[in-house]
């Protein structure tokens, strides 16, 4: 049912629109822009099985036919640890083989973004918390902390999504602002 509710929502679309997610998700680390990346995605199933962190689901029709049983990362659920072993099995260069090193990382992976949201940090409000930062894979490089551990993101950041994970506050202080450039 839910296949065939996103295929009529994609047919009314004019011709030539894009379509637009329906949910807030990242891609893997290393995923080719999104055109190519669903150009090139043979829908196999590998960056999910060889996922040490589990954190790669596939799309069932939720976010529109062009995105069926394409691997997407929810951060909010499971954030990615940056192990780089979906691009080693991607058969077809959808996800790019990275190199593990902080470097090739950072040149290479595009997922997305952190914001921090100040009015809900705890950090902003008076109290410590830094839990974002303890979480960063890239800690003083894509994120550091200032006074009462304010968080503050760089444009090092690739949007793993583990600080968002991380995030004591209901709703999340930080959020992945995913890149589906």
Excluded at 32 to 47: D, N, V
């Amino acid at each position: 049912m839910q296949l065939i509710a996103a295929a009529s929502t994609l047919a009314a679309a004019p011709a030539g629109a894009a379509a637009t997610p329906r949910l807030r998700y990242l891609r893997p680390p290393g995923s080719r822009r999104e055109p190519e990346f669903l150009a090139r995605c043979i829908r196999c199933g590998q960056c999910g099985e060889i996922c040490p962190n589990r954190c790669i689901s596939y799309f069932h029709g939720e976010n529109g036919l062009a995105s069926l049983d394409t691997p997407y990362i929810i951060p909010r659920d499971k954030g990615c640890i940056l192990c780089m072993k979906c691009g080693q099995v991607c058969p077809t260069g959808a996800i790019a083989p990275i190199e593990r090193t902080a470097e090739a990382i950072m040149a290479g992976v595009r997922m997305g973004r952190a914001h921090v949201d100040t009015r809900l940090c705890l950090s902003y409000q008076g109290q410590t918390c830094g839990v974002c930062y303890r979480a960063c894979p890239l800690p003083d490089v894509a994120l550091y902390v200032g006074m009462l551990e304010q968080p503050h993101v760089t444009d090092k950041c690739v949007g793993c999504g583990l600080c968002e994970r991380a995030c004591i506050q209901m709703p999340q202080a930080i959020r992945i602002i995913p890149d589906y450039s």
